[in-house]
């Protein structure tokens, strides 16, 4: 089963990502300070060894979607 969530880093912004849930070993929600200078709160996924994805979605929400 897949959650599908939206991106949040700046070179894929706004598109559709989809996770597998089993995959996925932590989820949190933090600050990142852009190269830009703008700051933003997203919510991070890992889910090694495939790597980790900024998402626009709450850790709320993502933790819904998990269940």
């Given at each position: 089963m897949?959650?599908?969530l939206t991106n949040a880093s700046p070179a894929h912004k706004g598109k559709k990502v989809a996770i597998k849930k089993d995959l996925i070993i932590t989820v949190h929600r933090t600050t990142v300070l852009r190269e830009d200078g703008t700051s933003e709160e997203v919510t991070f996924i890992f889910a090694p060894p495939h790597g980790?994805?900024?998402v626009e979605e709450t850790f709320e929400k993502v933790m819904l979607l998990m269940k």
């Open positions: 897949f959650i599908t980790s994805w900024e």
